[in-house]
């Protein structure tokens, strides 16, 4: 499976302001996506993000809140925009690889917002 | 009705006990089946896909019933490492999976 690594660990930001995650896939991948964790909860996907072309939502989210990049098939970005305490939670960027549909998980950014 | 469900447990189980947890599903589309373990503030790690024949990776075995829309995970002499949450994941409409709350697990010796 691929080695992911995500930046930042973790972060303690203020209400208001704006966190970029990135997201770093050792090799090639067919698809890359985001979801988060709320505390005592499963993970929801939050987007598709799509190389060289706007990522897809899932219902509920959206780009202003979460823009996303991804400029190449090794690597994408998350922000949370204008954050609020209810962001608090773990994002985590997930690939999956041609021809199968298993994903793999990055070891997750803990936000909280104070 | 939720996408996924399962029960929350806690499962207690001594340890060389056998486990069973289920999973039911709501989108028969679905095409793609998985049992995940995530343990305490860690990201999931996959266990293993299950297939429509059922598999068997050692201790663990998974099966899947199509009709009745449900996967199930089966531990065989359980060991305290097999404590954890294990979350059960399907594709969906979208490319991405739909994950279950998870059962969480805890072996006691």
């Known amino acids: 499976s691929a080695v992911i690594s995500q930046k930042p660990s973790r972060d303690i930001c203020q209400r208001g302001t704006s966190l970029t995650i990135q997201c770093q896939v050792d090799?090639?991948?067919?698809?890359m996506f985001w979801y988060r964790q709320q505390p005592g909860q499963s993970l929801t996907l939050i987007a598709t993000a799509n190389q060289g072309s706007e990522a897809t939502y899932e219902s509920g989210f959206v780009i202003d809140k979460f823009p996303i990049s991804r400029p190449n098939l090794t690597f994408s970005t998350l922000t949370v925009s204008n954050m609020s305490p209810e962001d608090s939670s773990i994002y985590l960027c997930?690939?999956?690889?041609?021809?199968?549909?298993?994903?793999?998980f990055g070891p997750g950014t803990r936000l909280t917002v104070l | 009705r939720k996408e996924v469900e399962q029960d929350p447990g806690p499962f207690n189980v001594p340890e060389g006990a056998t486990v069973a947890f289920n999973c039911t599903y709501s989108n028969s589309a679905s095409q793609s089946f998985f049992w995940y373990r995530q343990d305490c503030r860690k990201e999931p790690k996959l266990l293993m896909s299950?297939?429509?024949s059922g598999n068997e990776d050692g201790r663990f075995t998974a099966q899947l019933n199509r009709a009745s829309q449900y996967i199930s995970l089966l531990i065989r002499d359980s060991k305290l490492s097999d404590s954890a949450t294990y979350l059960c994941a399907v594709t969906g409409g979208a490319d991405g999976l739909t994950f279950g709350k998870g059962t969480h697990l805890i072996i006691q010796p």
């Open positions: 299950v297939y429509s």
């Open positions: 090799s090639q991948v067919t698809m």
């Open positions: 997930s690939v999956r690889t041609s021809g199968t549909y298993t994903q793999y």
